[in-house]
Structure formats: structure tokens, C-alpha cells
Antibody
Framework: QVQLQESGPGLVKPSQTLSLTCTVS??????????WSWIRQPAGKGLEWIGR???????NYNPSLKSRVTISVDTSKNQFSLKLSSVTAADTAVYYC??????????WGQGTTVTVSS | DIVMTQTPLSSPVTLGQPASISCRSS???????????LSWLQQRPGQPPRLLIY???NRFSGVPDRFSGSGAGTDFTLKISRVEAEDVGVYYC?????????FGQGTKVEIK
């Protein structure tokens, strides 16, 4: 059974780069036809899709964040990562990684809270 | 971007009674491959979202059969036939037909 776990700093200073990693266990990140995705949720608010990386390595980003986002994959470590540059308080949120296929977003990490503050 | 609009935003329900949530998209969610990538997620308090329904009406593995999805084009519905205490939470519709993927605002289901 595939499981996802986010990791990274819980506190990031304004204007710096937020970096998170999602570790995939119970299966290979390279197998199957999946979009490995990042989604965030500000406290008390709804869900926002950040972007995705396909099994092949191709990426797509939300245009609202595109200039600041990079998603990459490290197949040797069975991980994929998120970098969000020039963060502000508006980027404070719970960040989730998720596996998405034609059958929907079927596996989610527990989420990690990132606060942007000096 | 495709805007997903859910109604109601809050749904107080008596235990054992049905609940229904509507989700309307600003554009048709029929993909060029013929599929409609509309799913429903449940988020219990303090938990990550959990997939309930995918491609309008397909119940995900382990999801109780009191949950059902229906609809087509731009109008979709999630129904809970008999609400149980464990169903309390926020429900989101999500479209993955067109980038960027987008979500509804969420509907909070609570017990009266």
C-alpha cells in the first residue's frame, strides 16, 4: 500500500524559498501512470492545486504560482520535491503531497504546516 | 481556470437522514478522451482529504455504499443516503479535466 510523507522546515522567512520533500513508500515512484502532486490549504480555507510531475518527469504548474514553483523528482530516493521561491505570509498553509491518476487523488500525505514569518 | 461552485456551504443533518451536495463547474468537465474527471473528497477534522468518488460516480475502494455520485457536463451531486457521525467534515469536489486542477469551496457537513 503506497504511503506519502511530507517533510521540510515548518518556518520560512519572507522572501526566502520554501522547500518540501514527499517520500513515497510501499511502491515505486517510477511505476504506473501517476501525477505526483502538491496541494496546499491555508488554515480554515479550501484546497489549492500547486502543480504536478508525471512519472516521465514532465511538469505542470498552477499559473497563479508558476513563476515561483519548481517540482522535481528523485527516483533513486523515491521522492519528489517542491520549491516555492519569494514566499510571503500568503504562502502560509498546510502543504500536502498526493498521488493522482485517472481514478482521482487516491493517496495523500498527512500534510505539513509551513509558516512564513520573520 | 474552471471555477467549481458548491452548494450549500454548510449542511446541518440529522443522524440517519440523507444529505446532498451540489457542485457546478463554469465549463463542461468532459475531457477530449470522453471521460469526466470530477471527483469528491472528504476531509474530516484534522485529517488530510480522502478520495470518495472519482469520474462522477465511481466509489473508491473502501468507501461505504451510502455515498453516491451523479451528474454530467457541468452539474454534479454527492449524496449520502443516511448520515452517520463519522461523516462529519468538509466535502470538496475537484476537477482534473483541465489544468489548472481546481476545487470547490467545500461544504461542511455537521450533525444537528
Amino acid at each position: 500500500q503506497v504511503q506519502l510523507q511530507e517533510s521540510g522546515p515548518g518556518l520560512v522567512k519572507p522572501s526566502q524559498t520554501l522547500s518540501l520533500t514527499c517520500t513515497v513508500s510501499g511502491g515505486s515512484i517510477s511505476s504506473g501512470s501517476y501525477y505526483w502532486s502538491w496541494i496546499r490549504q491555508p488554515a480554515g480555507k479550501g484546497l489549492e492545486w500547486i502543480g504536478r510531475i508525471y512519472t516521465s518527469g514532465s511538469t505542470n504548474y498552477n499559473p497563479s504560482l508558476k513563476s515561483r514553483v519548481t517540482i522535481s523528482v528523485d527516483t533513486s530516493k523515491n521522492q519528489f520535491s517542491l520549491k516555492l521561491s519569494s514566499v510571503t505570509a500568503a504562502d502560509t498553509a498546510v502543504y500536502y503531497c498526493a498521488r493522482v491518476s485517472t481514478a482521482g487523488a487516491d493517496v495523500w500525505g498527512q500534510g505539513t504546516t509551513v509558516t512564513v514569518s520573520s | 481556470d474552471i471555477v467549481m461552485t458548491q452548494t450549500p456551504l454548510s449542511s446541518p443533518v440529522t443522524l440517519g437522514q440523507p444529505a446532498s451536495i451540489s457542485c457546478r463547474s463554469s465549463q463542461s468537465l468532459v475531457h477530449s478522451d470522453g471521460n469526466t474527471y470530477l471527483s469528491w473528497l472528504q476531509q474530516r477534522p484534522g485529517q488530510p482529504p480522502r478520495l470518495l468518488i472519482y469520474k462522477i460516480s465511481n466509489r473508491f475502494s473502501g468507501v461505504p455504499d451510502r455515498f453516491s455520485g451523479s451528474g454530467a457536463g457541468t452539474d454534479f451531486t454527492l449524496k449520502i443516503s443516511r448520515v452517520e457521525a463519522e461523516d462529519v467534515g468538509v466535502y470538496y469536489c475537484m476537477q482534473a479535466t483541465q489544468l489548472p486542477w481546481t476545487f470547490g469551496q467545500g461544504t461542511k457537513v455537521e450533525i444537528k
